[in-house]
């Protein structure tokens, strides 16, 4: 019997990679938005979630380098032209750990549409009045699509970005004017236009 198609929300995580949930992620072809995020291992939810996404995967017979949920102590880090201490191991063969995803797990998300953005209140905000940077804490609508279609080279599981549901500013943002004290009477950005409940 074939595996059903689900949708859901993830637990609270930290976004990652922030950059891709507003632009297109073309590097090496990509056509696609991307959210990445990072749960923290915690022997509860966090671990059913990721482990739910990795069996449904491999039930398809999908690759485990193609899941979108990664255990993050098994990521390495990647060389870049400004990590000489990277692009040396690679070139002698060792390998780095990521820090960036030690004690967690990295699940990855795609949309060919720029996802909706809400705030803790589930309502619907412009996406340029809600930069979400990494560190922010989100929670991610999603449904996937298992495959196994042999003869189209297709298999695995994997997770499409509806939207996204920014619950906490950690990180600093470039839109924010921390630096400035409150001018009575003057601009104010209009509060989040109410629109249809988002399913948080």
């Known amino acids: 019997m074939a595996m059903q ?91 780095i750990p990521d820090p960036q995803f030690a004690g967690a797990w990295s699940i990855k998300f795609k949309s060919k549409h720029a996802p909706k953005i809400f705030d803790a209140f589930k309502r619907e905000v412009k996406r340029e009045d809600a930069e979400i940077k990494p560190g922010d804490i989100v929670r991610f609508a999603f449904s996937d699509n298992p495959m196994d279609d042999p003869k189209k080279h297709i298999r695995g599981c994997y997770l499409y970005l509806n939207k996204v549901q920014l619950v906490e500013k950690r990180a600093s943002s470039s839109v924010g004017g921390d630096e400035f004290d409150v001018v009575e009477g003057g601009f104010e950005v209009p509060e989040a236009a109410t629109a249809d409940e988002a399913d948080f």
Request: net charge negative; with cysteine; glycine share 12%.
């Open 5 to 95: 198609k689900r949708s859901g929300v993830t637990p609270k995580g930290e976004s990652a990679y922030s950059k891709w949930l507003y632009e297109i992620d073309d590097r090496y072809g990509g056509d696609k938005y991307i959210g990445t995020l990072k749960l923290v291992k915690d022997g509860g939810e966090n671990d059913a979630f990721a482990q739910e996404i990795i069996d449904r995967h491999a039930k398809c017979g999908g690759p485990e380098n193609y899941c979108p949920a990664k255990d993050g102590d098994t990521l390495t880090k990647k060389a870049n032209e400004f990590d000489v201490k990277a692009k040396h191991a690679k070139e002698v063969g060792e390998v």
